[in-house]
């Protein structure tokens, strides 16, 4: 047999690889965003986290637009990684990650880790769940008509 026929072709990869290959931009980049958060290459402090969430500090919080950014792009490459049919796992993903960014900067020099951040990051991953209900919603609606099929809904699926 020619060495040709050995070789896997790129059609033929397994569910596996497939899955596994799915998940290297999300993991990739959690690891980079945790680096960043956690500012390793610099000196350390002392543990601290405020946990304060009046209303000032969460307001000063939710106009945060690089958490509503970086939550919603995690949460889009959590989709890509797991598929449009199960949205509560990027939605947990994104706020589990957004929980461990506020732990990495508790001891980074230049980074202050607070509790109310962690609103901005729900706020979006709610955002981008419901998003994501309106695009299935909307993809499903057409498939039916082009079937003729009636509409299943969205919720609980």
Do not use: Y
Not at 94 to 118: C, N, P, V, Y
Not at 131 to 147: C, K, P, T, V
Request: net charge positive.
């Amino acid at each position: 047999m020619p060495p040709s026929e050995f070789k896997e072709k790129p059609s033929e990869m397994t569910g596996f690889k497939k899955r596994f290959l799915r998940w290297i931009p999300f993991g990739v980049m959690a690891v980079i965003s945790l680096w960043v958060a956690a500012g390793l290459p610099h000196a350390r402090k002392p543990f601290s986290v405020d946990l304060s969430v009046s209303p000032e500090a969460l307001a000063l919080s939710v106009a945060k637009l690089k958490h509503h950014e970086s939550t919603a792009m995690f949460f889009a490459l959590a989709v890509l990684a797991v598929g449009v049919r199960k949205p509560w796992v990027p939605f947990w993903l994104s706020l589990a990650l957004g929980a461990a960014w506020e732990l990495a900067e508790s001891t980074a020099r230049r980074h202050t880790a607070r509790l109310a951040d962690l609103a901005p990051d729900l706020l979006a991953a709610m955002g981008c769940v419901g998003m994501l209900f309106l695009l299935r919603s909307a993809f499903d609606r057409r498939e039916a008509s082009r079937a003729n099929q009636p509409v299943e809904p969205v919720v609980g699926k």
